[in-house]
Nanobody, 116 residues
Framework: VHLTESGGGLVEPGGSLSLSCAAS????????MRWYRQAPGAGRELVAT????????TYADSAKGRFTISRDNSKNTVYLQMNSLKPEDTAVYYC??????????WGQGTQVTVFS
């Protein structure tokens, strides 16, 4: 099973990035999908969650109104559109596939750096 994030990079404040998380070895449609991030010296923070089927996405307060999580189960891919980026959004972003406490998977992460 592999979750592969892509789309990270360097961006100026106010800019946008679109992250992707492509899965192999599992069908993401049966998983709740989450995006986490971890800034240097900090713990891992939940950014956004989307259910496998239906349901309303949820966001951390820091992401509301700026980030959008979505999924395309036909492509086995989850996305995180990030707009109006701030320096404090700088972190490694990870996708996470959750079905149960004993059946879940992490991606390897993608670096997002917002600099002025």
């Amino acid at each position: 099973v592999h979750l592969t994030e892509s789309g990270g990079g360097l961006v100026e404040p106010g800019g946008s990035l679109s992250l992707s998380c492509a899965a192999s070895g599992i069908s993401l449609g049966s998983f709740e999908m989450r995006w986490y991030r971890q800034a240097p010296g900090a713990g891992r923070e939940l950014v956004a969650t989307i259910a496998g089927v239906g349901g309303t996405p949820t966001y951390a307060d820091s992401a509301k109104g700026r980030f959008t999580i979505s999924r395309d189960n036909s492509k086995n891919t989850v996305y995180l559109q990030m707009n109006s980026l701030k320096p404090e959004d700088t972190a490694v972003y990870y996708c996470y596939a959750y079905r149960s406490r004993t059946f879940n998977f992490w991606g390897q992460g993608t670096q997002v750096t917002v600099f002025s």
